[in-house]
């Protein structure tokens, strides 16, 4: 499809894992059940459609002026259904081109690990028979490239706007705003880009474009830090605790070692590895104590634990509860507002 561009601009730099990250690459293997995405000689990566998909989705759910109208389905894509023709009536194709995010080469330090995950039955309170899973992931510290190319039209009111989304992207990606791949609001995929830069390509000044042609590099460009734009989310409420525990706490780790059965969940800070809290437990505590609260709030009845389909209808109907946490064993209904980054324990004394 043609259309008029005067310029092209290529957002590079490194995204930096600050949790483990799971990208499912859509099949199963004998390892895990959901093995992380690799490109066919191996290599992990993010693939460009949930990066892609996890960015524009921070726009919609933002306070951007433009991110629920025309210019932004214009900026994003919009295809409004299937056609024989090659192009229809406000039909757009994506000015903001991701790349996969291939690993980068670290020191030795260990990339994968297997983390394991029980259905929690919510009518007994406790963890399902039968009913287990686990998932690969990429272990927080590591490091992805990351590559975006926005292409500016010539339409000058148009041509700001893909600018400004450029900007807020790269200051959204630089300050750990944007979650990504599964289990985002449990604490996982969360990430920032550091060693950002940006280039240009002329592509309405000859001379300019040739000399990039022959040099085989885009023109680097000057002044990121000062374009950044911060995009603003109104009702957005971030707390931040420490916590400090009153007795013995400990999430298991998966898997046994020659001395322990069992050993605390732990993730790579600062060079050391330390207890962790992982999001998933957060979640589960916090939801099950909304729950209780609700419930006692509306001083409504108990259901016997032989009634699961009446508990799950009276835990169903808080809407506050699946406004916050999503709907319990219908995801796809209701997305949840509420993301739980890791608590990770402060480095000190070792524990015993």
């Keep these: 499809m043609a259309r008029e561009l005067v310029e092209k601009w290529r957002l590079e730099g490194d995204l930096v894992l600050d949790s483990d990250l799971s990208t499912w690459g ?24 949930s990066l892609a998909g996890a960015v524009r989705s921070y726009f919609e759910y933002s306070g951007a002026a433009f991110a629920h109208n025309s210019v932004h389905n214009r900026i994003w894509g919009n295809i409004r259904g299937r056609s024989s023709k090659s192009s229809q009536e406000g039909d757009y194709t994506s000015f903001l ?68 989304t450029f900007f807020m992207i790269a200051e959204a990606l630089k300050s750990g705003r944007i979650a990504l791949g599964a289990a985002s609001s449990r604490g996982m995929g ?41 995009l603003s989310r109104p009702g957005r409420l971030e707390i931040k605790l420490n916590w400090r525990p009153l007795g013995s706490v400990m999430v298991k780790e998966s898997g046994e070692t020659l001395v322990f059965g069992a050993y ?66 219908e995801p796809e209904e209701a997305e949840a507002m509420m993301e739980k980054k890791a608590c990770l324990r402060e480095i000190g004394p070792e524990l015993s």
Excluded at 194 to 219: I, M, V, Y
């Design 97 to 164: 081109l991701f790349d996969d995010c291939l690993l980068k080469p670290g020191n030795g330090e260990t990339v994968l690990r297997l983390r394991d995950g029980v259905w929690i039955d919510r009518v007994e309170g406790r963890a399902s028979s039968n009913i287990k899973y686990d998932r690969e992931t990429v272990l927080s510290g590591n490091r992805f490239g990351f590559s975006l190319v926005a292409e500016i039209p010539a339409d000058p009111a148009f041509a700001d706007a893909v600018r400004d």
């Design 26 to 49: 859509g099949a199963d293997d004998w390892v895990s059940d959901q093995p992380v995405a690799r490109s066919g000689d191996g290599t992990v990566y993010i693939p460009a459609s």
């Design 264 to 329: 605390p969940f732990s993730s790579p800070v600062s060079g050391r590895v330390v207890p962790t809290l992982p999001g998933s437990s957060v979640k589960g505590a916090l939801r099950a104590a909304a729950e209780r609260i609700m419930a006692t709030l509306a001083e409504e009845g108990e259901y016997g634990k032989d009634d699961r389909e009446g508990f799950r209808a009276y835990i169903a109907r808080h809407d506050l509860v699946v406004a916050l946490f999503g709907r319990d064993r």
């Design 190 to 230: 969360q990430v920032h880009a550091e060693e950002l830069h940006w280039r240009k390509l002329p592509l309405n000044d000859t001379a300019a474009f040739l000399d990039a042609f022959e040099n085989g590099e885009w023109l680097l460009a000057s002044g990121l830090e000062g374009r950044l734009k911060r």
